[in-house]
């Protein structure tokens, strides 16, 4: 099935329950709802149009490395220049490298609709906006000169090397050594799982690389950064003699296949040369703005997958004709999407997909905020906030994405088991999303452990503060459908509360009881978070049908409000003793019991 932009959903998203209209209150341009509406139109027709076609033959052709280049699937040039041309890749960066200066909220939108057409094609633009964000905040000015102009425009990409064998995800066990060599560096060591770490669609990639110099202390905090290019950089500006960086081999992975993650060998010859971003031993501090970019980013493509999963699950199920319906008077076949449980399933699947989508967006905004507030304390305000949500929108909307693409294989029942459907693709590409970027364990502990303990929770309870606020203000509306949903909200709200207070307490007194508790307590917050914005939307879903009782887009975001309170929401207190006490059963385990 083709993939159709959800406009109107990502219109409603911004403006109606991520509040993009916040931006204008503080002086930013060119975000008005016409030009949302265009830029949205535009982006969808090549997400439609140009890139997602590519996605069943980049599943069944996958990259592959042809003597020593990464050779991308039929068609993928093509469809990277036309990205390129259309200027897709400079929307949210500065003006003076040309970029276009646009909200970081709407390039999220925009982001989204490339993930749910083409994961593996959209995994290359997510990276080179990291490192485009990582140079803009910490390069030197001549380096920003030299990279980001080429970056912003796309004709350069970037990556991010942090992975190692022998380290996993214990960034600070890197052993990549960096010998100063005059005014550069020379590297030297092997990294793994370098999402385009090479590929055939540009004239140079720039790699972000970690390593250590000679006299530098251990663990993370002798760690420093570098810019690696695949090809050094002339005086003229343009791309000269090869770096002594190479490809040792692309995995073979479950999905993405697509996408080229490769084995990375640098220094076989002498040494790559890299130029040292800011400061030596500061390296992980300056690699976590693109950590924390791709941790977004890749909760989106929770949402993406979310999305693409449910469109061709209910294609399929309003199609596929087989068994009579329940309590029905004739015998008659009817579609399956006729039958309960596959009603529930398809509300499942789009209930979540709106949550996780609300809860990316309104994350964006406020990093825009964070970024361009004029007040430096709302900005320290809505940085908090940003913190706080992180994990939760990477953890949470990539566990939906996996478990929304599972139901979208259910929905097809045993053709959805087949890969001429499409349906398992979606499914084998969601399974990555977990694991990579900072796997979701690590995510709960970063959100128990850093996000609540640095406060003592008090981010978390600005934020409940205003759950609550938004509880009370749809219960006191006149419509049942309110008050079903601000009920369910509010009791999720007080698990939540109850649970942030015990994890505040935990992380200090008992740490082992919060880390066996941290994923459900993350899932908890996740589902109350979603809820939340899905309330938000149910309030401005209640005042267009005031003012048109015949706005059935509105009609459908209130049943999809109510359906996620009841299916979704209701689940939110039983977790409290799993977050908060269910570590107790671990106590006196040996690892035989395991």
Not at 135 to 163: D, E, F, R, V
Not at 207 to 223: E, F, N, Q
């Amino acid at each position: 099935m083709s993939y159709v932009p959800p406009l109107e959903e990502m219109r409603f998203a911004l403006e109606s329950v991520a509040g993009i209209d916040r931006l204008r209150a503080i002086g930013t341009e060119a975000i008005d709802a016409e030009t949302i509406e265009q830029i949205l139109s535009e982006a969808g027709k090549l997400a439609r149009d140009r890139i997602a076609p590519l996605n069943h033959v980049g599943d069944r052709t996958g990259s592959r490395l042809d003597n020593g280049i990464v050779r991308t699937p039929p068609g993928w040039r093509a469809a990277y220049d036309a990205f390129v041309a259309g200027g897709w890749n400079a929307l949210p960066f500065d003006p003076e490298h040309g970029g276009q200066g646009l909200p970081w909220s709407l390039a999220t939108a925009v982001h989204e609709m490339w993930e749910s057409a083409n994961l593996s094609f959209a995994l290359c633009p997510l990276l080179t906006a990291g490192a485009t964000d990582l140079l803009q905040a910490h390069g030197s000015a001549a380096q920003k000169a030299t990279y980001l102009p080429h970056m912003i425009a796309g004709t350069w990409t970037g990556t991010m090397n942090l992975t190692e064998p022998h380290a996993g995800s214990d960034v600070g066990a890197l052993r990549t050594r960096a010998v100063r060599d005059g005014q550069r560096y020379r590297i030297t060591g092997q990294k793994i799982y370098i999402t385009y770490g090479d590929h055939d669609l540009t004239e140079n990639v720039i790699h972000m690389v970690l390593a250590r110099t000679p006299d530098a202390p251990s663990g993370s905090r002798g760690i420093s950064l570098f810019i690696v290019p695949k090809f050094l950089v002339g005086p003229d500006g343009q791309p000269g003699a090869r770096n002594d960086v190479r490809v040792v081999s692309l995995e073979n992975k479950l999905g993405i296949h697509a996408s080229p993650t490769c084995v990375m060998a640098y220094g076989d010859d002498g040494g790559a040369i890299g130029e040292l971003v800011g400061e030596e031993n500061r390296g992980l501090e300056y690699m976590f703005t693109m950590m924390n970019n791709a941790r977004l980013a890749v909760g989106l493509q929770g949402v993406a997958i979310c999305e693409r999963a449910y469109q061709q699950a209910r294609s399929y199920a309003l199609n596929r004709v087989q068994g009579r319906e329940i309590g029905a008077q004739s015998s008659a076949p009817v579609p399956i999407a006729r039958h309960p449980d596959i009603r529930r399933m398809l509300l499942t699947m789009r209930s979540g997909t709106e949550a996780a989508r609300g809860l990316t967006y309104s994350a964006a905004v406020e990093l825009d905020l964070a970024r361009q507030h004029p007040d430096p304390a709302a900005r320290a305000l809505h940085q908090a906030r940003v913190d706080l949500l992180i994990p939760v929108v990477k953890s949470w909307a990539t566990d939906l994405g996996v478990e929304i693409a599972s139901l979208g294989v259910q929905v097809h029942g045993g053709m959805g088991f087949i890969e001429e459907t499409g349906a398992a693709q979606h499914y084998r590409d969601a399974r990555i999303l977990p694991i990579y970027e900072g796997t979701n364990g690590i995510q709960a502990n970063d959100l128990v452990f850093r996000k609540l303990g640095r406060d003592r929770g008090a981010a978390a309870i600005a934020l409940l503060d205003e759950i609550d606020a938004t509880a009370a203000a749809l219960a006191a509306r006149p419509e049942g459908q309110a008050h079903a949903i601000a009920l369910r909200l509010s009791q999720g709200a007080a698990a939540l509360r109850t649970a942030t207070a015990a994890m505040v307490a935990q992380q200090m007194a008992a740490p082992r009881e919060a880390a066996a508790g941290a994923s459900i307590y993350l899932r908890l917050f996740g589902l109350v978070a979603g809820g939340h914005v899905l309330a938000i939307g149910a309030a401005a879903a209640l005042d267009r049908i005031t003012a048109s009782a015949d706005d059935a887009f509105a009609a459908r975001k209130l049943k999809t409000a109510r359906f996620y309170a009841d299916h979704w929401l209701s689940q939110a207190p039983g977790l409290l003793h799993a977050a908060t006490a269910g570590g107790a059963s671990l106590d006196g385990l040996d690892d035989e019991d395991l």
